[in-house]
């Protein structure tokens, strides 16, 4: 009895034993969980503590880079601040130069008008005949018995077919040294009718019918029906020599102006070497090949005003005194000196004439090409 109550006792203080080992085994494992779980914590502490300073570094040098930055541009906005008043002060400065350089070329725009007025004034005055122009109130000087041969023959005629620009010329005021009749045609198709409906053959025929339909013709076609009415008019006079008058500066349309200029080229070169040509060039109505506005008609930019027909006019005259062999105005032959002069030059305007074109205006058939 008593050997199995010990056994009992035994195997329970066995049992208690083991489970003391087995808590206290268990403790010891505790113990490692919570030593290693601190360790854990610590080093999470220790990482998170390290990124906030890697953080807290990383913002206060981003702060000190934008405060860098910040003053650098508040430093580079000052020079530029100054830099715009350096330049507001001389664009101030520029200013007051050009106004005044404005008021200086003003003046001289003046004065060169001025001195265009009087050159003017000079050719206008010069362009009249010397005895004042009236075919009908000449006073003979003959005495009795001497011989009147010279002084009874007539006078040559000119006849002048042309558009509205030739309604103002005044043929009593251009010489008296020759009659001249005006027949208006505004069309070169109505220039050829006039010409086969003249009765009278004149000394000199003089066409000017091109400005009108350089705005609905092609050049080609000018040519062509100028080249039939010079041919119709040799066909009909074979003696009445023909003065050729060149389109005039426009400034309606650059393209109508720029035609006209290319026609004028194309009929001289045709017929440079026709010695019944003449050519009469207006080009002294303009300035530095630029239309002179001073002598158009403000209202269409094509019709000459007073001071352009004066200046049309001495050109016609200057042509048709040189293709009959008279005298020239020594008085007023300026050269090439002014875009004005009517430009005198024989050898350069005028072209295939015999030995006139040479420069002499009184040899042989010849004159100066206008």
Do not use: W
């Amino acid at each position: 009895m008593y050997s199995k109550s010990l056994e009992s006792h035994n195997e329970k203080f066995n049992m208690l034993m083991k489970k003391f080992e087995e808590m206290t085994t268990s403790g010891v494992t505790a113990c490692k969980e919570a030593e290693q779980f601190k360790c854990q914590l610590k080093n999470v502490q220790h990482v998170n503590t390290l990124e906030q300073e890697v953080m807290k570094t990383k913002y206060e040098t981003q702060i000190s880079q934008s405060k860098l930055q910040g003053e650098q541009k508040l430093e580079t906005i000052k020079k530029l601040d100054n830099e715009v008043l350096k330049l507001a002060a001389n664009l101030t400065e520029q200013e007051s130069k050009i106004q005044v350089l404005e008021t200086q070329h003003k003046a001289l725009n003046k004065q060169l008008e001025n001195k265009e007025q009087e050159i003017l004034s000079l050719k206008i005055h010069n362009c009249r005949d010397e005895s004042g122009g009236d075919f009908t109130s000449v006073q003979s000087t003959i005495k009795s018995g001497e011989n009147t041969t010279r002084n009874t023959q007539p006078i040559p005629s000119v006849t002048i077919i042309g558009t509205s620009n030739t309604k103002g010329i005044d043929p009593q005021g251009m010489s008296s040294r020759y009659s001249i009749n005006k027949v208006v045609a505004y069309t070169l198709s109505e220039t050829e009718s006039k010409v086969r409906s003249l009765t009278n053959v004149p000394k000199v025929l003089v066409f000017h019918s091109l400005t009108n339909d350089i705005k609905t013709c092609h050049p080609d076609e000018c040519i062509f029906k100028m080249e039939t009415i010079i041919n119709i008019s040799l066909e009909l006079f074979p003696d009445t020599k023909i003065v050729l008058s060149l389109p005039t500066p426009r400034a309606d349309n650059p393209t109508f102006n720029n035609r006209g200029l290319l026609i004028s080229a194309l009929l001289k070169e045709k017929f440079n070497d026709n010695k019944m040509i003449a050519f009469c060039d207006n080009s002294n109505l303009s300035y530095k090949k630029r239309t002179a506005q001073k002598f158009l008609d403000t209202r269409d930019g094509v019709h000459l005003n007073e001071s352009g027909i004066r200046v049309f006019a001495s050109n016609l005259r200057d042509c048709i005194d040189n293709i009959l062999g008279l005298p020239s105005r020594h008085s007023y032959n300026y050269g090439n000196r002014h875009p004005y002069d009517g430009q005198r030059d024989y050898n350069q305007n005028f072209r295939g004439r015999g030995r006139g074109h040479q420069g002499n205006p009184r040899g042989g058939r010849g004159g100066r090409g206008r």
